[in-house]
C-alpha cells in the first residue's frame, strides 16, 4: 500500500454523500417516492376520515391512545345505520329522514350503494352529490361496486339530466 496518498475518513465520505445531487432533502420520502402517494398512507387517511366522521368505530390501538370517548353514541350510530341497510326500498326515504334528523346524511360506502334505490329524484340527486364528494375525497374504497349500481341505475333513469348527473358521477369514482 501507498502511505502517501491521503485517504478520505468514513466521516469524510458520509458528508459527500449527504451533498449529492441525487439525495432527496424531504426525509418523508422512500425510495423517490412521496409517502403521501402511497396506498398504505391514502388507506389510513380514508379509516381516519371514516372513524373521525363517525362511519366506522374507533379502532382499539387508538382508542386505549385517546381515552374515553365523549361525543354522541358510535353503537348508537351503526346500530341505526344497519336498521337503514335493512329496511325495505318502500320505506326507505322515511328511514333516511329518520337517521338524518338523528345523524346526519350516511357517508358510508355501503349506505350510499343502498340508498341508490331511492326513488325520489330529490333524494338521489342528494345521494350522487354525496358520491361525488366522498370519491373527490378519496373516501371510496371500492368504486366498482357503486359504479356497477349507478350503471344499473342509468338504465332505468329516461331523464338526460338525471343520466348526465350519473355520467358524472361515474366519472368522479373512476379518477
Known sequence: MDDDKERKSWREIDQ????????????ETK???????????????RKAEQVFSGQE???EAWAKKL????GPSLKA????????MVTPTAELA????????????PRSEEA???????KATADLVRVLDA????????????PGRLITRLQTLRLMHESPKMQARIDACVAALRR
Open 16 to 27: 459527500a454523500k449527504d451533498r449529492s445531487k441525487h439525495r432527496s432533502e424531504r426525509p
Open 31 to 45: 425510495g423517490g417516492k412521496d409517502l403521501s402517494t402511497t396506498h398504505a398512507y391514502r388507506a389510513f387517511k
Open 57 to 59: 368505530a374507533l379502532p
Open 67 to 70: 381515552g374515553p370517548s365523549k
Open 77 to 84: 350510530r351503526q346500530s341505526a345505520l344497519k336498521t337503514l
Open 94 to 105: 322515511a328511514a333516511l329522514q329518520s337517521f338524518e334528523a338523528e345523524h346526519g346524511f
Open 112 to 118: 350510499l350503494g343502498r340508498l341508490l334505490e331511492l
Open 131 to 142: 358520491i361525488v364528494e366522498e370519491a373527490e375525497a378519496a373516501n371510496v374504497a371500492h
